[in-house]
């Protein structure tokens, strides 16, 4: 009994992914914690690709949204991402970044980007 107790106070603690969530609030948290160590206008610009900025994650949110997805978020949103191209992601390696990560994006993570993208990648 204690047991489901734990699972079901834990399993409720994760704030629910926004309807439409911010750069600010909601995905520059998630970049700074997996992504600007190799992705930053300040020094290091791997790929050409900055993320610690709105207007550069902005303009690479599609490629940044299809690297960082596992297969069953992607599916959900790969239409999203670009409408008409429902194979836009197939040129870029799924879940590959952040490469050699010890702590990979969280599901919820993946979806508060996905969401990010998809409904018009707010500031």
Do not use: N
């Not at 009994?1 to 995905?27: I, N, W, Y």
């Not at 050409?48 to 940044?64: K, N, P």
């Not at 596992?70 to 991402?81: R, S």
């Amino acid at each position: 009994m204690r047991a489901v107790f734990a699972v079901l106070l834990l399993g409720g603690c994760e704030k629910p992914v926004p309807l439409e969530p911010s750069f600010e609030v909601d995905v520059a948290p998630i970049l700074e914690r997996h992504c600007t160590r190799c992705h930053t206008s300040l020094g290091r610009l791997d790929g050409g690709v900055e993320l610690d900025t709105y207007a550069g994650a902005r303009s690479t949110r599609v490629s940044s949204v299809c690297t960082s997805l596992d297969g069953a978020v992607l599916v959900g949103v790969e239409a999203d991402l670009r409408p008409g191209d429902p194979t836009v992601c197939g040129a870029f390696a799924t879940a590959s970044m952040p490469p050699g990560a010890v702590e990979h994006l969280t599901v919820r993570d993946q979806e508060v980007l996905a969401r990010w993208a998809t409904t018009g990648a707010l500031p």
